[in-house]
């Protein structure tokens, strides 16, 4: 971004040198299985703030996603907030939740785009309720009422790269 060392990634791009590394194998049919444990959900809901505080509704709903499943079941769960003030992502992974940017206020005015990723070994059927009843509540706690949603929930299907390097 800065252009710090620029000049030394053209020189490596350009040269002669060959890697010695070679690609990770993978196991596919381990890779799918583990897959298959997870559901996966993505999200994005709608409401207007006149001032909500960002950190704590992320917070509140990762907390409420957390409570529901063990901490080993949780991949990752992410809650990213923007509005005409901020932006906001906080992430849960296990049972620690951080703060993993943040853009302006810590409080987010107006029109809220509210997104959560999550990534949990749970069915898709009880991980899309779960999130949405943790979204809802968060929501009601905040005194904020959800305008609009879109989310969708699966088990993704077994991995079948196209593109291997060998």
């Known amino acids: 971004m800065t252009g710090r060392g620029l000049d030394h990634i053209l020189q490596v791009i350009s040269s002669d040198r060959v890697s010695a590394r070679t690609p990770v194998q993978v196991d596919y049919d381990i890779y799918a299985q583990a897959e298959a444990e997870l559901g996966w959900y993505n999200g994005i809901y709608r409401f207007h703030a006149h001032r909500a505080d960002s950190y704590d509704l992320a ?29 906001v992502k906080i992430s849960a992974v296990l049972r620690s939740i951080t703060v993993d940017s943040v853009k302006g206020s810590r409080y987010s005015e107006g029109n809220v785009t509210m997104i959560v990723n999550a990534r949990i070994v749970s069915s898709p059927e009880v991980l899309q309720t779960v999130v949405r ?34």
Not at 63 to 74: L, M, T, V, Y
Not at 136 to 153: I, M, N, W, Y
């Open 133 to 166: 009843n943790s979204v809802q509540k968060a929501l009601e706690e905040s005194s904020l009422s959800l305008e609009g949603f879109e989310d969708e929930c699966f088990s993704p299907s077994r991995p079948d790269p196209t593109h291997r390097m060998t």
């Open 59 to 87: 917070t509140r709903v990762l907390r409420g996603i957390a409570a529901q499943f063990q901490p080993d079941d949780i991949a990752h769960a992410k809650v990213m907030l923007s509005s005409e003030s901020n932006a």
